[in-house]
């Protein structure tokens, strides 16, 4: 048994290739918005962080009504480090259009997504993307793309339905040189080759936790796709956790319509809705009838492959920002609340009761918890990135990822150069489109670490690089640390003029005229591979203020900016960076000299 009246449909493809643009092509050609409702540019990036970026974050759910039949649309996260987003909501889909941008073809996120949409048995449908670009070349993409779903084992490649689009455009058609028409192709595409969702609904209830939200005024709301049975507003449930049973009562039954959701007085089998009244339920958790409880398979998650410690944090300027949540327990809590909607990362205590180790997908998986929680008014440290090594067979094992990275040809050289010094193998090279060259590297994971600003400046900011997971494999050598040594404040007050002035000429500094350090935080970066104690906050004596000649004409240089990805590259072993709601900054773990050399020589490694 199939319901006919429903699709339910993912939309993946690799960052920046215009899943949100499609989503809101999608919306606006509905018929069922007012145009107040439906303003900007990716509609639903909704996040303040996701605006910011310019990438999608968080899966979201929305719903079309189209010819008489309900389209529920899962929009998904196009960037790798947020692979785990993918996997858990494609459990809700039959079906995936896959997009692929016109230009760039499948890319390392294509194949991330599509393996994962196989192995849950999705129907693909593929969508060339932006075919009105100038350089646009949509046959050689379609058959590329043919080529990775037959690689990738999927059945009958040659079979499956494509179109060609433009979301920005707003239009979909079957002739790859159309520059106008409607969305509506694309729809039909779906509702003829997407089958509907499986619909016993005489079999005892089960639905299976993907998503989870928070509302300040009934509580948890628990997303998901019912797979069996039934279920209304007071009907009593059981949560089946790992373990353990806990019985709970469902009070309210919404689905989602357009870009929010109604309630409703019954969810079926293939409806995908949420409920509220049920507090203790984590993601792959199964809500099951409370006579005939059945669990369904839980979900399979990659494994992290970065982690860092997170602290708190103990500087001087501690509390001086308005944070709200400075202490250990608040962290913990924090920590903690994550866990229950980001499956793709993991929570570890450490010896130390005030520190604790987060694992995720990457750099940038952590970096967007850690910016969320500084604008929640949380203050912390972090440590440096480090990889998850595994021991097989008595032998070490680290991640290894394949980087692919598209560079005008005459900077090939140096980006071979950069990578190569960081244990990464050139397996491949192609004369690419136009006067870029395409780049793939199979690349220790570590060596990712810091790699990015390397490559923007010895390309002159003209390399775009992708990479994703690939496998476990021995250890390599070492790979190179920071260079240059850093500027270290010794002590407490104002940054001067005067004093950055003498500094300069033999450092980059990070800091500018006016603001405040304390002893022990990071002000710059040396010429040399030595740190060096420096006062940026000497002041120029009054004696001769009046002597001809005696002033100098100060032109400072502006600071290196330092984002929060940034730093986090940029620092060593024995190095924080502090994150509080109005300030990043780079500091030692050690903040005075001495207690800096005490515990280098006894925890300096081997």
């Keep these: 048994m199939r319901r006919n009246d429903i699709r339910n449909i993912a939309i993946i493809a690799h960052v920046d290739h215009g899943k949100t643009t499609l989503v809101d092509a999608l919306l606006k050609q509905s018929g069922q918005f007012r145009d107040s409702q439906l303003q900007g540019d990716c509609i639903l990036d909704s996040n303040d962080l996701e605006r910011e970026r310019g990438i999608t974050i968080l899966a979201k759910n929305i719903s079309l009504n189209y010819k008489g039949t309900k389209v529920n649309i899962i929009d998904t996260p196009g960037h790798a480090d947020f692979g785990g987003e993918v996997e858990r909501v494609l459990r809700m889909a039959d079906g995936a259009l896959m997009l692929v941008d016109a230009f760039e073809g499948p890319r390392p996120q294509t ?93 005892p209830f089960q639905m299976m936790a993907t998503s989870l939200m928070w509302s300040e005024f009934v509580g948890r709301i628990t997303v998901g796709r019912v797979s069996n049975g039934k279920v209304k507003p007071g009907q009593r449930v059981n949560v089946m956790k790992n373990g353990k049973n806990v019985t709970a009562t469902v009070e309210t039954v919404e689905e989602f319509a357009k870009l929010g959701r109604v309630k409703t007085d019954l969810g079926t089998a293939g409806d995908i809705i949420a409920l509220t009244g049920i507090s203790d339920v984590d993601i792959g958790d199964t809500i099951a009838d409370i006579e005939k409880p059945v669990a369904l398979p839980r979900i399979k998650v990659d494994e992290p492959t970065l982690s860092m410690v997170f602290t708190i944090n103990s500087s001087p300027f501690c509390g001086k920002s308005g944070a709200k949540f400075l202490t250990s327990r608040h962290l ?74 598209d560079v005008p040809t005459e900077s090939v050289g140096a980006v071979i150069e950069q990578v190569s010094q960081r244990r990464g193998q050139l397996t491949q090279m192609n004369a690419g489109n136009g006067s870029n060259t395409h780049l793939e590297f199979n690349i220790p994971a570590r060596g990712l670490i810091g790699l990015k600003t390397r490559l923007l400046n010895a390309t002159r900011g003209e390399a775009v690089m992708h990479h994703r997971f690939d496998a476990y494999k021995p250890q390599e050598g070492d790979v190179p640390h920071r260079k240059n040594g850093v500027y270290i404040s010794q002590d407490n007050g104002r940054v001067t003029a005067f004093a950055l002035n003498k500094l300069q000429d033999r450092a980059e500094l990070f800091v500018a005229p006016g603001d405040e350090v304390y002893e022990g ?86």
């Design 111 to 203: 194949r991330f997504v599509m393996t994962k949409a196989l192995e849950v048995g999705l129907q693909p449908i593929i969508v060339i993307n932006k075919v009105d670009r100038s350089d646009a070349r949509p046959d050689d993409v379609l058959m590329e793309t043919l080529h990775l779903l037959e690689e990738l084992g999927a059945e009958n490649p040659l079979e499956i339905p494509y179109i060609y689009a433009s979301g920005r455009a707003g239009f979909a058609s079957h002739d790859p040189s159309a520059r106008e028409g409607s969305i509506e192709p694309l729809l039909d595409l779906v509702v003829e080759h997407v089958p509907g969702p499986e619909a016993n609904v005489d079999e």
């Design 332 to 405: 913990r809590e924090r920590l903690q609340r994550e866990l229950q909607s980001n499956v793709a990362m993991r929570i570890d205590e450490t010896e130390n009761k005030e520190c604790f180790k987060v694992s995720g997908r990457g750099l940038l998986h952590i970096s967007v918890l850690i910016e969320t929680m500084r604008r929640e008014g949380y203050e912390l440290s972090v440590g440096k990135p480090e990889v998850i090594r595994k021991k097989v067979d008595g032998v070490w094992h680290e991640p290894f990822e394949v980087l692919e990275v």
């Design 521 to 606: 935080m990071v002000v710059g970066e040396n010429s040399r591979e030595n740190d060096l104690i420096v006062n940026p906050i000497r002041e120029k004596k009054l004696t001769n203020m009046r002597a001809s000649g005696s002033d100098e004409n100060i032109i400072l240089r502006p600071p290196r900016d330092m984002t929060l990805e940034i730093a986090l590259e940029y620092i060593e072993w024995d190095e924080y960076v502090e994150v509080t709601p109005d300030a990043i900054r780079m500091r030692k773990v050690w903040l005075t000299e001495n207690e800096r050399k005490r515990k280098l020589r006894a925890e300096l490694p081997a």
